[in-house]
Nanobody, 123 residues
Framework: QVQLVESGGGLVQAGVSLRLSCAASGRSFSNYAMGWFRQAPGKERELVAAMRWSGGSPYYADSVKGRFTISRDNAKNTVYLEMNSLKPEDTAVYYC????????????????WGQGTQVTVSS
């Protein structure tokens, strides 16, 4: 059974950096894609960054390209989302998600989810 546990959210001021962590357990993720989604109040859940655990080019939403970086630590079975130059519009609950195979942008393609971590960026 796949378990994903996010951490690292918080309340920060605009312009600062924050790193989210997603500790993954329950199986080997070598054939999995890992994604970071976010959902702001009244909005749909959107994929902001994703990568295949085995490597390859990551995906970034246009709204975070150049500011966010997704990475992994194989030894710790952990995926990170480094968020720089945060903006108030980045405020959302951030979720880690996993799916077997390649990267897909739609949330319904992911079958394992973490509980979410709140990120609030004040202006």
């Amino acid at each position: 059974q796949v378990q994903l546990v996010e951490s690292g959210g918080g309340l920060v001021q605009a312009g600062v950096s924050l790193r989210l962590s997603c500790a993954a357990s329950g199986r080997s993720f070598s054939n999995y894609a890992m994604g970071w989604f976010r959902q702001a109040p009244g909005k749909e859940r959107e994929l902001v960054a994703a990568m295949r655990w085995s490597g390859g080019s990551p995906y970034y939403a246009d709204s975070v390209k150049g500011r966010f970086t997704i990475s992994r630590d194989n030894a710790k079975n952990t995926v990170y989302l480094e968020m720089n130059s945060l903006k108030p519009e980045d405020t959302a609950v951030y979720y880690c998600a996993a799916r077997r195979g390649g990267i897909f942008k739609g949330q319904y393609n992911y079958d394992s989810w973490g509980q979410g971590t709140q990120v609030t960026v004040s202006s």
